[in-house]
């Protein structure tokens, strides 16, 4: 999906409820896939008035889905578990609100627990602004997932790493002074610095190339996407998934996607029939 969607750009669809089934049914992928939580939450936000454009970029992301269907998560043992977080931010990442995109994962051990890709509620003035509304928002879930794990019997798991590749967002973090620039960050601020001086949080820099919560805020290139899923603990399943019903119908109906609108709708009705099929093996 290399291309920026936009809300009034392109035909409206004759009927949206097929591409708003399929949206929802990629919204359940979501819970076992990290890899297409950006694309799924752009696709959502044009669910009232979906366009020809989206429908092509959730035909991609259909085939994309087909293409590795054997991908998932590996939860791995270990004697020693440790928690780590990433936060990361797509500054105005919006090209109609300018909005930035907030992505963050937690990690237990090698293996993602928790992760999301969300637009943000409000306009960030700067890059420094969104990275830190990011970190806010992995601080809080990192606060949540400490107390459930603790309930759990998982001891040992402070001072939790939290990794961020804005400097500037951590001299931020560090620093006791707030100063007119960042009057109007100052809750975000707070709340993660409270983290930090509680010893429940250790802020750490990382380059952007090594920086995996970055699947979850943009496009990347294929080989630097492929080398940070495998970072985040994601593997090909092999013989292993439960996804296997409908292979054939979520190729055929994509490589048919460039034909005309009016098989759009056999199409579509195609590629629900194969994700309710995948979906049902779950249960």
């Known amino acids: 999906m290399q ?38 939450q ?31 998560i590996l939860l791995k043992g270990d004697d020693h578990l440790n928690l780590q977080g990433y ?4 500054w105005a990442a919006c090209p109609h609100t300018r ?38 928002q992995a601080a809080s879930e990192i606060t949540w997932l400490v107390r459930l794990l603790e309930e759990l019997g998982v001891s040992n798991l402070k001072p939790v790493q939290l990794h961020c590749d804005n400097q500037s967002a951590l001299h931020i973090a560090k620093n006791p002074v707030f100063h007119e620039r960042t009057k109007h960050i100052e809750i975000d601020c707070h709340f993660t610095r ?20 970055d ?5 990347l290139a294929g080989p630097h996407f492929h080398d940070l899923l495998s970072k985040l603990g994601m593997v090909n399943t092999l013989d292993h998934s ?15 996607a460039t034909q005309t609108a009016e098989d759009w709708p056999r199409f579509i009705a195609m590629l629900a029939e194969s994700i309710t099929v995948s979906l049902s093996s779950l249960n």
């Open 3 to 40: 291309c920026k969607l936009l809300p009034d750009e392109g035909a409206l669809l004759e009927d949206p409820s097929q591409y708003r089934a399929l949206v929802g049914k990629l919204n359940f992928l979501t819970h076992t896939r990290p890899d297409i939580s950006f694309a799924v």
């Open 42 to 72: 752009t696709l959502s936000q044009f669910l009232q008035n979906p366009r020809t454009p989206h429908l092509h970029a959730l035909l991609h992301t259909l085939a994309y889905v087909q293409g590795t269907i054997n991908h998932g």
């Open 87 to 90: 936060s990361d931010s797509d």
């Open 99 to 136: 909005r930035s995109v907030t992505g963050y994962i937690i990690l237990l051990g090698s293996s993602p627990i928790s992760w999301k890709s969300k637009k943000q509620g409000t306009v960030s003035r700067s890059s420094s602004e969104a990275e830190y509304k990011a970190m806010a």
């Open 194 to 213: 409270d983290k930090v001086l509680e010893g429940l949080l250790q802020l750490h820099y990382l380059p952007t190339s090594s920086q995996v919560a």
């Open 215 to 219: 699947v979850l805020t943009k496009i």
């Open 242 to 256: 439960s996804l296997r019903g409908g292979d054939k119908l979520i190729l055929t109906a994509a490589a048919t």
